[in-house]
């Protein structure tokens, strides 16, 4: 009974077949694996180096290395040492017969066909004699396998993987910086000019501040610290309210926070009214910035 039914030679970058074995059984759940070796091509830059995804009857098994993929289907009472073992004599004698570079300018599916050949003397030989011819490259895989096991995968993973490979799950969760967001009000503008001038004053006054602190044996430097902490914040909520990050809020109001904190310390070289100043205008934002949604699709789209 054959112990390996398929073998694929697939290249990663945009998983363009390059060689394949040639089988001529019709078993339905092989024909399934097949197509399901078709899906797994289209997103193998998102997977682990190794990996297994199990059948009922048959199993598939995967390696990547230099850009390459191989992939077989065997029946599922074949050791996965052995299966590896297998990849790991497909990748040898692949890249022993092709150079890197004819695998990169590749441009139509299986270019290399009179790579079968190789293939199906290489399945003959593990079908007959169940393993390797040589029991230390066996042994050798055994313990990789149990330093660094193989990734177990289902098949909704790798589907899960298509997607994101394909820009779905990209745009799902980081739609906002795909989609446009609300033109900027008047309020908002007013907000970015006197964010930028809180800005403009932290960063004067921390680097007036740098000059005597060197002088007063760095006694003043966590006031410097202060001054120049506010200033990054500042910017960082110019940013936010121009784009639209992940985690707005919990952003917002940190860096609302952190210009409180900042503002606290230094009361003493500011007066109340400065202090009250800067903490109003880091609110302002705040409020303007949570405020500006994401433009909805339909409004987004030409007629």
């Known amino acids: 009974m054959a112990l390996i039914l398929f073998a694929f030679v697939v290249r990663v970058r945009d998983g363009l077949p390059l060689s394949a074995s040639t089988d001529f059984q019709h078993n339905r759940e092989l024909q399934e694996r097949k197509q399901q070796l078709r899906t797994l091509s289209k997103s193998l830059n998102l997977l682990p180096e190794r990996g297994t995804i199990k059948g009922n009857e048959l199993h598939i098994y995967f390696l990547l290395s230099e850009g390459v993929a191989y992939l077989t289907v065997c029946v599922c009472s074949l050791p996965a040492a052995v299966a590896f073992c297998f990849l790991e ?4 004698e ?9 695998v990169a300018l590749a441009t139509r599916p299986y270019p290399f066909l009179e790579f079968d050949s190789v293939i199906q003397k290489l399945q003959k030989h593990y079908n007959q ?11 050798e895989v055994q313990e990789e396998l149990r330093v660094s096991p193989p990734q177990l995968l289902t098949m909704e993973d790798v589907q899960l993987s298509n997607g994101a490979a394909n820009g779905h799950i990209e ?5 906002g910086q795909n989609q446009r967001l609300e033109p900027v009000s008047a309020p908002g503008i007013l907000s970015l000019v006197l964010n930028i001038m809180c800005a403009a004053l932290n960063l004067i006054r921390g680097v007036h501040l740098i000059e005597n602190t060197f002088q007063d044996d760095y006694e003043g430097i966590w006031n410097v610290v202060a001054f120049l902490l506010a200033f ?19 952003k917002c109001f940190t860096l609302l926070t952190l210009i409180i904190l900042c503002n606290l310390f230094l009361f003493g070289l500011r ?3 400065q202090l009250a100043f800067h903490v109003s205008v880091a609110a302002l934002s705040t409020l303007l910035c949570l405020n500006r949604k994401l433009l909805d699709r339909g409004s987004d789209c030409g007629v």
């Open 232 to 250: 990054v914040c500042c910017v960082c909520q110019c940013h936010l309210y121009l784009f639209h990050p992940s985690l707005k809020k919990f």
């Open 271 to 273: 007066n109340v009214w």
């Open 94 to 102: 692949f890249t022993a017969s092709f150079e890197n570079s004819a």
């Open 129 to 139: 004699s169940g393993g390797p011819s040589l029991g230390v490259t066996l042994a």
């Open 171 to 175: 745009q799902a969760a980081a739609s």
């Open 89 to 92: 004599d497909l990748r040898w």
